[in-house]
């Protein structure tokens, strides 16, 4: 993030100051409206009061010209200084590495693929798997479809298990909540903006967007601006269903490993306090389950813990799980888990009460797993036919499942 902490520092000083003198006025203005109203209780007044109530209407005069003048000026100050200061980016937690991701656990050994390496799309099509035609236009067919509607289901069953609510969350989201979730509202090519909303201005906060029932926004819509009884902590949600995401520029992947809609299942807890036990003992925990449904579906794959760079500005950490493509010869991440802290719920006003006060709930989100990802990886790795891991295989009639 280019920022020139130094000007943005200056910036913030004086709108510090301007906030400052504005209170200032105001008690002012109070004092000389209470004496002011204390004279005039006086049925008789003597010259010297008269002086007196003079010099005050000046005074007031000339302290509410002050008044409209500088709440005008900080209109526009607000939209300069603080637009800027919300896009810093979140602290970093201490785990997050600064240079190079660090590899946390490695299961299995890379599949050996003894013929030429053959695309998933290659694979897909020869299989009668897979009709894609752009990252806008795909079809599965098939096995395939089969195995999205199963591997859904078992993540479900799975999150379930573990005393995850199952949600069902709104496609839609408003640009303030898409921005508070690290996301640039006003850029294309990082999230769907619904066009010819008559009643909405291009450049507004409250423009709609495409997200997708199973994704953070949706999640955060449901608690925007709410205040949440602190007997209801942890709260612990997942959702399966559709994301949408634009196919961003200049990708190093291709196929299935970008398309802009894609069936996932997404988690998402939340908690009092960044610092409590309770915030680290939810977050290692998301992690063996995330890693159990990993075994479950595949004989090898990795959990990486991404640097600062890879990061979202919202993220304070995130821990990917990566399977091997063999056509591209790379890692391809087919879920994460990510900590926010209490950086989403300030900015949309997310708050429980407390006995000295309201405080601000802490965040742990993941897309669990990407369908279309994580079936490019297998149609990969055994290109002669599609095989349904077993577990997924429950989900499916016998008289249509290849084990």
Known sequence: MDVDIVLLKEAWDFYT?????????????????????????????????????????????????????????MWDLEEDVIEKVLKLPNELDPRTPV????????????????????????????????????????????????????????????????????IVGTDFSRSFVVEASGLNHEDPMTTFMIENQNEVERDSPNRMHLVGGASLA???????????????????????????????????????????QASVAH??????????????????ELLEIVCRLYDDLCDHYRVVMRPASELQSSEEMRVSFEMWSPFMSRYIEIGHVSTYGDYISKRLLIVYQTSTGREFPSIISSTILSVPRLLACLL?????RFVIPLKIAEFIPSDNCVM
Do not use: W
């Open 17 to 73: 100051k301007v906030v400052a003198d504005r209170y200032a006025l105001e008690n002012n203005n109070k004092k000389l409206t209470d004496c002011m109203k204390t004279l005039l209780e006086n049925v008789e007044h003597t010259a010297e009061q008269e002086q007196e109530m003079l010099k005050l209407r000046t005074q007031l005069k000339i302290i509410r010209q002050d008044l409209k003048t500088m709440k005008e000026a």
């Open 99 to 166: 240079g190079e991701p660090v590899i946390l656990k490695s299961v299995g050994n890379l599949p050996e693929i003894s013929e030429k390496k053959r695309s998933h799309l290659d694979v897909g099509t020869s299989l009668d798997l897979l009709e894609y035609k752009n990252p806008m236009c795909y079809f599965l067919s098939n096995d395939a479809a089969l195995f999205e509607l199963a591997i859904l289901a078992h993540a479900g069953r799975v999150l379930g298990e573990n005393n995850m609510i199952k």
């Open 218 to 260: 949706s999640f955060l819509a449901l608690h925007t601006k709410q205040l949440i009884n602190p007997k209801n902590f942890p709260l612990k949600y997942f959702a399966t269903g559709k994301q949408y995401i634009p196919s961003p520029r200049d990708s190093h992947t291709y196929g299935l490993f970008t398309v802009c």
């Open 267 to 284: 988690s998402f807890i939340m908690v009092k306090d960044t610092k409590s036990e309770e915030y680290k003992i939810l977050f290692e």
């Open 380 to 384: 990969e790795q055994n290109p002669d």
